[in-house]
């Protein structure tokens, strides 16, 4: 069974929750209502079957309505072909039905996008946070959240012992690794590190890196 097929079969089964298709470099996207993703997960694992959900991601459009989106890619043993789902959300409402029930796979994966874009599956089993912790107020893949990050009261269990060296510095935020202490590698050459922009983002960082790389003499 084809890609194509599986889209015209879900076209009789669930009428107008089936939205748009669309094909990049032979694999096909197919945008469903959100409301009905559950029961069309479940008919495709039971019906095609598409075995495996390879992954699940948010997205966020800001600017647009709904802002955000589900994406979920799924994979067909049998017949050797992936299917990648697409369903909206709306900022005011951000929520969705897990399909934890229908793949068990889903769990961490709607965990990651809860944490990372604030998007609520409705009966998960465990919605919590999965790399941030309990509390954090924001949503940091978020479009409008700063890419040096915003300060945030750790927990208390995260705070250092009385004597300790104390927290490592974070220069930009939680998500920006190094700072300038790791400009040079034990070779004394520039890091591979800093050369990677998202983890230098303050303006001290990029005049530090202008002066402390090499520069290429003329002959």
Not at 61 to 73: A, S, T
Not at 138 to 157: N, Q, S
Request: hydrophobic share 35%; glycine share 8%.
């Amino acid at each position: 069974m084809t890609p194509t097929l599986v889209i015209e079969k879900l076209r009789t089964e669930f009428g107008d929750a089936i939205g748009e298709a669309s094909e990049f470099r032979g694999e096909l996207s197919l945008t469903v209502k959100a409301e009905k993703i559950r029961a069309i997960c479940a008919w495709l694992k039971s019906n095609v079957p598409f075995e495996m959900l390879t992954d699940l991601s948010g997205v966020d459009h800001y600017g647009e309505e709904p802002r955000f989106e589900v994406v979920y890619v799924l994979y067909s043993l049998e017949h050797n072909c992936y299917l990648r789902l697409k369903a909206r959300v709306s900022e005011e409402s951000p929520s969705i039905d897990s399909i934890v029930s229908v793949w068990s796979g889903a769990n961490w994966h709607e965990r990651e996008a809860f944490d990372m874009y604030g998007i609520r599956f409705a009966e998960h089993p465990n919605l919590e946070r999965i790399l941030m912790w309990p509390g954090y107020p924001y949503f940091p893949l978020r479009k409008d959240f700063p890419l040096a990050g915003l300060p945030a009261e750790l927990p208390r269990e995260a705070e250092p012992a009385a004597g300790s060296a104390g927290r490592a510095p974070m220069a930009g935020g939680p998500f920006v690794a190094g700072g300038p202490q790791s400009v040079f590698s034990s070779g004394g050459k520039p890091s591979t590190l800093f050369r990677e922009p998202r983890q230098y983002d303050s303006a001290q960082e990029q005049l530090i890196k202008l002066r402390t790389l090499p520069r290429k003499e003329t002959v």
